[in-house]
């Protein structure tokens, strides 16, 4: 079965500091797995995704995330936090077969300080 | 540009009244999920649809809630009767199963009394 697990369900950096915010998955198939954003009273938007082309992923926004299968992670980075970041952030996992029924982590909450 | 929709963005009603939340797909988008969000249970998935025929909704409490899409560009989501635990933020998403992706609408939150 399929899994993800967000690490920190909340983190704060600086303004203009390094975001890492962390994903781990469970597959026992080859994964696709995803980063969302939902911003306040707003739905979920997505960010990247990662679908078994290049292990590094560009997004939206200027994030960016790197598939480590030795590691099972999607680690999720931006080099320079904006006060615009601060946000709460999904990371999912497609579930296996031909859907794009989703499993999704419990969240993690981006705040940027001054 | 593209959006899923969903009416209304706000409810509030009182315990034992009957809801109904829509949702309209983005045009041509063959599935069709229910997601409600809470603080407490986070993000769960209630229903899926895929061309209009629901293939999963183990998520969903079968005693009030009932999904449905009686056409392409119209899917509901209705409770009879709510309680306040139904007090959440419903979300419609709808994807193309070939590109692997959700769309999200903006939400329906829903406050019971």
């Known amino acids: 079965a399929q899994s993800v697990t967000q690490l920190g369900s909340h983190v704060s950096v600086s303004e203009g500091a390094l975001v890492l915010l962390r994903c781990n998955y469970s597959s026992s198939v080859p994964p696709y797995l995803f980063w969302y954003v939902q911003y306040p009273n707003q739905g979920l938007q997505l960010l990247l995704k990662?679908?078994?082309?290049?292990?590094l992923v560009k997004g939206i926004n200027g994030f960016e995330a790197e598939f480590k299968k030795s590691e099972t992670s999607f680690h999720l980075t931006k080099p320079s936090a904006h006060m615009s970041d601060a946000a709460e952030y999904f990371c999912?996992?497609?579930?296996?077969?031909?859907?794009?029924?989703?499993?999704f982590g419990t969240g993690t909450l981006l705040a940027v300080q001054p | 540009d593209a959006r899923v929709t969903q009416t209304p963005r706000h409810k509030v009603t009182e315990m034992g009244q009957e809801v109904t939340m829509r949702c309209q797909p983005i045009?041509?988008?063959?599935?069709v999920f229910w997601y409600r969000q809470t603080m407490m249970q986070g993000l769960e998935l209630l229903a899926y649809f895929r061309n209009r025929a629901p293939l999963d909704d183990s998520g969903m409490p079968k005693d009030r809630f009932s999904a449905e899409m009686p056409d392409a560009t119209l899917a509901t989501l209705k409770i009879q009767p709510s309680e306040p635990r139904d007090s959440a933020v419903y979300f419609c998403a709808s994807g193309l199963v070939q590109r692997n992706e959700q769309f999200f609408g903006p939400g329906t939150r829903l406050t019971v009394l």
């Open positions: 999912a996992v497609r579930i296996g077969g031909a859907t794009n029924k989703l499993i």
């Open positions: 990662y679908t078994s082309a290049a292990t």
């Open positions: 045009l041509g988008h063959n599935t």
